[in-house]
C-alpha cells in the first residue's frame, strides 16, 4: 500500500497521523457530527486502536484537512468484512472529487489487503465487497459513487 498519493496538485491521499490533530482534522470531522473536546493524548490512543484505516486528503499548502474516510476492518469467523464510516469534506473543499479518490483509494486498499491474506488459498471467494450506512440524504451519493442498496438497516436505543 502506498503511504500516500497526489491527488490534485497541492492535494495528498494518506492515512491519518497524529500531527493531524493540529491540522484541523478534528475541525473536518466536526462537519459530520458533534464532535467532543479530544485531548491530544486521547486522540492519540483512538488513533493507535482504531480497527482499521483513517484516511484523510490533506491540502499540503494550507496544512490543513480537507477531507476523511475511515474503512473499519473486522474479522468474522469466515470471512472479513469492511465498511466505510465517517465521510466527510470540510465545506471549503467540496464538490472536488475527494470523497470519490477517497473511496478510490481504500478500494484499492482492500483489495490488495484480501490478496495478501488469501495467498496460496485457492478455495476463496473472489468477491469482495465495501458497506456503509448512510442517511437518506446520501444515498444519492453513494449510488454515485457504485454502490447498491442492499437489505435493511436499523438501530435500536436502548
Ligand atoms: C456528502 C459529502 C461527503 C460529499 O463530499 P465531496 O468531497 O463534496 O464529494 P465529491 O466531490 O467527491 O463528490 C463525488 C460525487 O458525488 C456527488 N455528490 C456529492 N454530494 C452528493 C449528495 N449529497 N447527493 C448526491 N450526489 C452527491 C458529486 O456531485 C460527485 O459527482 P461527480 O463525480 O459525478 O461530479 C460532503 O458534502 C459532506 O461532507 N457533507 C456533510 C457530511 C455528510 O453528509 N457526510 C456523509 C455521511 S453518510
Redesign the pocket.
Known sequence: MDNQTQIQQQFIIRKLEIEDYQKEFLICLS??TKTPELPLEKFKEIHENYPGFVYV?EDVQQKRI??TMSLVIEQNIFETKYFIE??????D???????????EKIKQDVISLEKNRNEGNENVNKEISIE????K?????????GFQENGFMASKYV
Do not use: D, I, Q
Open positions: 462537519y459530520l486528503v480537507a477531507s465517517n465521510v466527510v469534506s470540510h465545506p473543499y467540496r464538490g472536488k472529487g475527494f470523497v470519490r479518490s477517497l473511496l456503509l450506512y448512510c442517511k440524504e446520501t444515498k444519492g451519493l453513494y449510488e454515485k459513487l
